[in-house]
């Protein structure tokens, strides 16, 4: 039976909600391992360079198996993937918390990490669908949803580590993963997604996709440049390590607006237009942050963050527009990159200071967006093209 237009409305709100809420556990866990850090240091008497091994079985886990989820996950519905996603990860944090030593540790973080690798590309993939031409705004809401995650699952575990032990925690966390997985029930389509077969026009865009993926890896080394050098900026600056969480706090939630502010400018300016703003008032702003004092400093801030995070939605709402007729794998293969940029850039720019000084490397975080507006103009002609070809994938799910 046909839906009427109220019946669809409702229809894709649910999708997006459903997406979101699994984007923003998913996240949430992300980050908040990093405040487990110290605790896993002083229980299992790891160094720092065994801590960072530690670190990467879950992001390398998630971020190297984007596309193989997509691919072997193609006939499942949304429902049965995003469920699958987070009770996996779910069951890893559980496995983590139960008193298996350092191995089952190790196990766990690899097992959520394999869970985590299917909600990026499973989550946008249906945002896509869902909207249609429309996604770009409601793309922009699911990459700030995953920031709602960052900023609440990390807090709520910094506030419980003092007087509840990590495995405790842990295993809280993994219970909000599954009374999610619950949730998510209601919310999301139980009909596989039908893939639309590639287009010539659609294959015009394929140079056009490489590019965006290498703005967007570009723009998360910018990000994750900037962040691994602002705590000794602001500790040069005379701040203490209170100001340091400060200014973090600030950056974040710039961040956050502009994750779901900015989608809606690249609706208004176009996606050459924004991204070319964003980028050149990032490089811009941080070159301020290294002649500025504390006070000023702390104000320019959150006008960064809202550029430093907000052009990642101006991309993310692009990439159905260039994906070649294949959405899902697109969105793998971006967010496969864009992971393998944020772990690998801080090295990067570390080794920059390390040879040279640290203004140096901020400078050469500010260098990396200003690099961008000039390759963003190159999208244009690839952007024209995909206009004239059918957007996103045919095969809308539909709620059992």
Sequence with gaps: MKMNPRQWWTEKKKSLTGACLAHAVH??????????????????????????????????????????????LR????????????????????????????PGLCVGLVLAGIGSSIQHPCGSMLVTVSYGAASRHPLGIYNFSGDLGKAALPALVAVLL??????????????????????????????????AAKTAAAGRGRGGFGILTAIGALDTATRMGYL???????HGQGGDSATVGLALALLFIGGALGKATCSLLGERLGVVGSVMA??????????????????PTLILLPLLGIVLNGTSSVL????????????GRAFAVFYTSVIGSGGLAPILYGAIADHSSQTTGVLASAATAA????????????????AAAPHGESGLPRSA
């Design 27 to 72: 996240d949430g866990y992300t980050d908040a391992l990093y405040v487990f850090l110290p605790v896993w240091q002083a229980q299992f008497g790891l160094s720092y360079a065994m801590l960072a091994v530690i670190r990467a079985l879950y992001s390398g886990t998630m971020g190297g198996l984007q596309i193989p989820a997509d691919r072997a």
């Design 75 to 102: 006939g499942l519905s949304p429902r049965a993937s995003l469920i699958l996603s987070t009770i996996l990860a779910a069951a890893g944090l559980l496995i983590m918390a139960l008193p298996f030593g350092l």
């Design 162 to 195: 003092p007087t509840v032990g990590w495995q405790p925690v842990l295993g809280l966390m993994a219970a909000i993963g599954i009374v999610l997985s619950a949730a998510l029930l209601p919310l999301l389509p139980a009909t596989p997604i039908v893939r």
């Design 228 to 234: 691994l050098f602002l705590p000794f900026l602001i």
């Design 278 to 295: 964003t980028e050149a008032a990032t490089a811009v702003l941080i070159a301020a942050t290294l002649l500025t004092s504390l006070t």
């Design 316 to 327: 993310y709402g692009t990439v159905p527009e260039l994906s070649n007729g294949d959405t």
């Design 371 to 386: 690099l961008i507006v000039p390759l963003v103009l190159m999208l244009r002609p690839y952007l024209n093209a995909s």
